[in-house]
RNA sequence: GGCCCGGUAGUUCAAUGGAUAGAAUAGAAGUUUCCUAAACUUUAGAUACAAGUUCGAUUCUUGUCCGGGCUACCA
């Protein structure tokens, strides 16, 4: 149980004891204490005092005797400052933790947990993954990290987008122009082998249109008459007929794509339990259409196409189905939502997409909670903002759209760069140091884009790269690599050592320990990581947790350089600050991994 | 037009309705004799505007201004 939760409910008894009113234990305000103030933990009491009809200092000064009266164990001094009651927390009980987590297995604690389907990714497969792309990927696999680590079962889905006239695009040019050439041929990989394409294939639109502009035609007449286009919608059509040759040529330019996501994927460090294709999924939701027509959700116009009323929602009137009897995007989302439950039996189904499908999202739930779905209610967009640059958006037609795996490139280049300059790395062979750059390259890129909050947008700026200094994923993998350093140098001292006492799992004894305030804060940060965590899992947030880790990692570098732990003043100190390294490593690595990303022993 | 989201130091991000709004970076000044200066210490700098609710508002409500998104028989 959390220091947190323990004062409220010790808080909710006194209450009880002291004035006879039982108050709901979440009612109370806890609070860290300002660091201006003497104390770990507030108590807010404007809200009480109200309800007893007493002053806030004074029900301060009662709480706060009777809390200490009461609680001696966790609780050693007060102080009421206006409506405040400041408490400290005895040093024992953060002593009593450092050894607690120090020998147990797992410093998170959860009860077991619910079914939960995390959705993330969804590439299209005509062009390359981008910088969204990283965001999207990232916050779905720490998300998902997150659930199953507080108990939770989970499987990490993603959709391919794998057909329609887009894909039809880079096809048809691959045929003009390629003159047969392949990724092998080219030595390119292949998603950007095939996003070349597409991009050919707008080129050559633009050019088509612009003829016929020319030649007098209307801008609408313009793009509907480019021989190419009409090509496409052509191959389109003979794609949803079967046609053999062209499904050939799909399934070769799809799977040079593939490829190319396996490279990246992995590079990054996404994977899926599960990949579903919407040309195989969007079939699926002609059941839905016919269960909702049957249910009397859903209503057919005279020309035979299908619609739902949600007016009454404050939405509008919305197609289901086409009078062709074709399926548009919602339907097909609703058939593999029901899909992905029948197959998994989901409590939750969490849905990683950008906000610009706000309205889709709701859209979808909505519809399947009018279906009577059961499982509608365990929907969850997890809606988040655009990466964007400085100047706006990102535009495929202006070129500034950033590429995942150039990002990812230029980022390794930098790392070795610093590393060269900085590190004390000299003794690693040529695998460990790539594998080094690596790890930081992805720790700063993974760290700047979950770091803030998700459903927020956010710049990033091309011109400055990404750095490595301060709040970054660099920073705290420092931290982490120093601590290591430390916890191997006093190895190695106690194993030349002739005493070697026998203490090699370091035991402070916890009597006449006086923490100093460095060793306090941080020991009152690792204790909160079990709360953290949860509370990320809560929210689907990830960047609660890069704030703590950051936090853990800049009060321990304030902590070792303001105390020595190799030399501490006595044997006793230098035990306890040991253990608090030790612990202190093992939250940051722990925490990191939460979020999709590695801390080297030394870099 | 309608609906949704956002506006916090020069810049990029924090802040369950609580105390003097936190960080990072850029700026100024310092620190290398436990471990590794990718660090530490000090310093200066911000809640778009106006009302309202409240003991207390960056946070809740309303209005104004400014940005962004959605509003397809595209996905």
């Keep these: 149980m959390s220091v947190t939760t323990k004062i409220k409910s010790a808080a909710a008894n006194a209450i009880t004891k002291t004035y006879g009113i039982t108050i709901d234990e979440s009612l109370v305000a806890v609070n860290e204490t300002k660091s201006e103030f003497d104390g770990d933990y507030t108590v807010v009491l404007f809200g009480l005092s109200k309800q007893f009809k007493k002053g806030p200092e004074e029900i301060g000064k009662e709480l706060g005797e009777k809390l200490l009266v009461d609680n001696s164990d966790l609780f050693t001094s007060y102080n009421v400052i206006k409506g405040f009651l400041n408490l400290t927390i005895a040093d024992e009980y953060y002593l009593n933790y450092l050894t607690a987590a120090s020998s147990s297995q797992n410093l998170l604690q959860f009860e077991k947990g619910k079914k939960v389907m995390v959705e993330y990714s969804s590439p299209n497969t005509n062009k390359p993954l981008h910088l969204g792309h990283l965001r999207n990927n990232f916050l779905g696999w720490s998300v998902a990290q997150i659930l199953k680590a507080t108990g939770n079962e989970v499987r990490k889905t993603a959709i391919v987008n794998d057909r329609g006239i887009h894909i039809c695009k880079s096809m048809i040019a691959w045929q003009k122009f390629a003159n047969g050439d392949t990724p092998e041929s080219t030595g390119k990989k292949g998603d950007h082998f095939v996003g070349d394409y597409y991009v050919r294939f707008n080129d050559e ?18 793009e509907r008459h480019a021989p190419i286009m009409k090509e496409t919608q052509q191959m389109l059509v003979d794609w949803e007929a079967g046609k053999p040759e062209v499904l050939e040529l799909w399934r070769t330019m799809n799977s040079w794509v593939y490829a190319g996501f396996d ?5 990054i460090g996404s994977d899926f339990d599960k990949s579903y294709y919407e040309s195989q999924t969007y079939l699926l939701g002609k059941k839905i259409v016919d269960i909702g027509l049957s249910k009397n959700v859903f209503y057919k116009k005279d020309d035979g196409s299908v619609w739902i009323n949600l007016t009454d929602e404050g939405l509008d009137e919305k197609l289901v189905m086409r009078r062709d009897g074709t399926s548009v995007y919602i339907t097909q989302d609703l058939g593999l939502a029901n899909q992905k439950h029948e197959e998994f039996a989901y409590d939750d189904s969490i849905y990683v997409v950008g906000d610009e499908q706000n309205y889709h999202m709701k859209v979808l739930q909505l519809i399947l909670k009018k279906l009577g779905m059961p499982y509608a209610n365990g929907i969850h967009h997890l809606s988040y903002g655009m990466v964007e640059l400085p100047t706006g958006r990102m535009k495929s037609r202006e070129g500034t759209v950033v590429d995942a795996d150039d990002l990812v490139e230029e980022m390794v280049q ?4 610093k590393t060269i300059e900085k590190s004390k790395v000299d003794d690693f062979t040529g695998d460990e140091l790539t594998q080094l750059y690596e790890t930081i390259a992805l720790g700063a890129l993974k760290f700047f884009l979950l770091k803030v909050d998700p459903k927020k947008k956010m710049v990033f700026n091309p ?9 970054t994923g660099p920073f705290i993998q420092y931290t982490h690599a120093r601590l290591k350093s430390i916890l191997r140098k006093a190895v190695e001292e106690s194993s030349k050592s002739l005493v070697q006492s026998s203490n090699s799992h370091l035991e402070p004894s916890g009597e006449g320990l006086k923490l100093l305030p460095l060793e306090k804060e941080l020991l009152r940060l690792l204790e909160q990581f079990n709360t953290v965590v949860h509370e990320a899992a809560k929210g689907f947030n990830p960047s609660t947790i890069g704030n703590y880790v950051y936090a853990v990692a800049k009060t321990c570098n304030s902590f070792y350089t303001e105390h020595k732990v190799l030399t501490a003043e006595t044997e006793e100190k230098k035990q306890l600050r040991l253990q608090l390294c030790k612990l202190t490593a093992t939250t940051i690595k722990e925490g990191m991994a939460l979020l999709g990303i590695k801390v080297p022993e030394r870099m």
């Design 205 to 222: 639109y633009k050019k088509q249109t612009s003829e016929l502009l020319a030649a007098g035609q209307t801008k609408e007449d313009a």
């Design 463 to 471: 011109e400055e790269s990404i750095d490595f200094h301060g709040f």
């Design 263 to 267: 490279t990246t994927y992995k590079r």
């Design 414 to 417: 930098q790392a070795k760069e």
